[in-house]
Structure formats: structure tokens, C-alpha cells
């Protein structure tokens, strides 16, 4: 009798353990929480920051540059002093004017006192009155002369310190367009000044782009060395007529601050965007195809077990998969491995991971 209860025993325990399977392991996974894109990027573009007035500086005179007193990248001050012409024509012909100054100075002296004689006889009477209008014309005309010297002079001057070119206005050197013992003539480019109290950023875009854009388009404007520094821009001025090698247009963007990285000729990237309709951007492989519909596996927070959901497919490529809904903000989504998953079916992931 005692054997045939353990034998009973024996039996109900084999039955037992076949009939309860074993949990399922908990298994690891990958996965991503779910963030509703509502922007469309349309496009990164490369570009630097500039200065939007820049003046190119010239001689107002002809002449040989004798110095250059500042290089490229000096911030200079209103009256600097940038680069100087050689003086020798200029100071000749100040001395010739000063010359003939003096010789026509000597004249109204001679004027002046032949006037008064003549005015003296003319009183007693002795004196003609021709005589006397002959000495007042010739005063006349020598005080004439006086004064076109004395502008001859003065013009001398100016054209003297014409041969020192100086700057109008506080400004940074960009670029220099003649060298030391060049030949300039009156007008010619020399230096370029720009001012650097207002900045912004200068881009080309495609021909074909340009036409699509709306009017309210926001530009996001970050330094290709540290993105960290960045700010908004819109749309100041774009050129009407597409290069005819690259065929894009020139876009100057007007920028919503200025931050102290935004030196002139910082390297920019510049990424447009528009607002789109909220939509969900996922892994390529968190999408699982079941009997020719798209699904993903969505984790219970609360129990970390995973469902099957079925989706809406907008777009994909090779790694990224665009859908329209069908899964809220904040929820978290297999990424990887959804082929052997099982409803209901417990998993870890890191809770940190984006």
C-alpha cells in the first residue's frame, strides 16, 4: 500500500508539470520613445556670417601707393589712417600755388596803393578821372586773382591730403585690392571696409527651391564648429537671377539675434524647415510586415510587456520609417528584433534610451 501512494504521488506530479509551461524569459531589448515631429526639414545649406554694409575704399586722386598701414582683419576706427600714395606731384603743385599766392599778393599791394594815389590827385584836382577808373578796375581784378589763388591753394591742400586714405567710419578690414608700389588711379578700388555692428548670414540657395519657399519661411542658423551657438533668421533680400554655373541664388538673411560666436566669416550651417501635420519618425527596423500590414510593438509601462499595433505607413527609407499616428507621444517602441516577439511577452530596456 505504501508503495502504491507513492507511485499516486509520482504520477499526479508528472501530470502536473505537463499540463503548466514555463513562464517566458524576460528578454532584452532596443527600443525608442515615440516624439511627434511637427517640422520638415526642406534642406541644410552652408554659408558664413557678413557684415551687410561693406564700402570699397579707393584714392580720390591718382598716384603710386607708397604704405599700407593695416592687414586684412584690423578693426579700425573712424579717421585711421589705411594707406598712403607717394606726395611728390601733390606737394609740387601746393608749392606752385603757394607761389603764385604770393606774386599776386605783392600785385594788390602795387593795387591798392595806385588806387589811393589816384583817388589823392583826383580830389585836388590835378588827377584824371580815367586815371582814377583805370587804378580801381586794376584793384578789382588783382583782388579777383587773390581770391581764385587763394582757392588754388586750398585746393592744393585737399589734394594733398587726398594722397592719405583714411577711414570714414568704425569698420574691419576684409580684403585689399592693391599692393605697395602699385599704380592706382582716382577712384580705384583699394580696400574693402565693413562695418561690423550689424551682421548676417549669407547662403546660396537652389534656383528650383527659391521659388517654393513661403514668405514667413524661419531659417535655423547654428556655427559649423559648435552648434551650440545658434539663432533664428528670416529672409532679407534674395538675388533675382540664378548663377549661371551653380544655378542657385544668393539669400541674405536678416538674423533674429546676434551671439558673440557670429564673428564676421564664422562658417554657418543654415537648415530650413516648415511646419508639417504631427507625424511619427521610427527606426526602419521597428516596423514588422504582417500579412502585407505594417505594425509595430508598443511597451507597457506599467508591466513592461509588448502589444502588437498596427500603423499607417507614410513614407520610409532605408533607415527611417515615417508614420501617421497611430502611436502617442511618449510611448516606447521596439526598434530591434520585433520578428521573435510574442504579445505579452516580457522585456527590459533602459528607460533612458532616446
Known sequence: MRRLGLLS???LLAACSKSEAPPEPVRPVLSVKVQ??????????????????????GFRVAGRIASRNVDVGA????GTLLATLDPSDQQNQLRSAQGDLAKIEAQLINAQ??????????DRGVGAQAQLDIAQTDLKTTQASLD????????????LGYTELRSDHKA??????AEAGQVVTAGQQVVTLAQPDIKEAVIDL??????QLPKDVVFQVAAQLDPAIN???????????????????????????????????????????????????????ALQEVDGKPRIWVINSQDKTVAPRDVSVLSRTDSTVVLDGGVRNGERVISAGVNSLKPGQTVKFDEDSQ
Open 9 to 11: 504521488v509520482a504520477v
Open 113 to 122: 596803393a595806385n588806387a589811393r594815389r589816384q583817388q589823392a590827385l583826383f
Open 75 to 78: 578693426e579700425v576706427g573712424k
Open 172 to 177: 574691419v578690414v576684409t580684403g585689399w585690392s
Open 231 to 285: 539663432t533664428t533668421a528670416v529672409i532679407r533680400e534674395i538675388e533675382p537671377q540664378a548663377q549661371s554655373a551653380t544655378r542657385t541664388r544668393r539669400a541674405r538673411l536678416t538674423l533674429a539675434e546676434t551671439p558673440v560666436g557670429f564673428r564676421l566669416g564664422t562658417a554657418i550651417s543654415v537648415t530650413l524647415r516648415s511646419a508639417v501635420k504631427p507625424r511619427i519618425e521610427l527606426p526602419a527596423a
Open 36 to 57: 511627434a515631429l511637427s517640422e520638415e526639414s526642406l534642406g541644410r545649406f552652408a554659408g558664413n556670417i557678413q557684415a551687410r554694409y561693406e564700402s570699397n575704399t
Open 148 to 159: 581764385q589763388a587763394r582757392a588754388a591753394v586750398s585746393q592744393s591742400k585737399d589734394q
Open 206 to 211: 537652389p534656383d528650383t527651391l527659391v521659388d
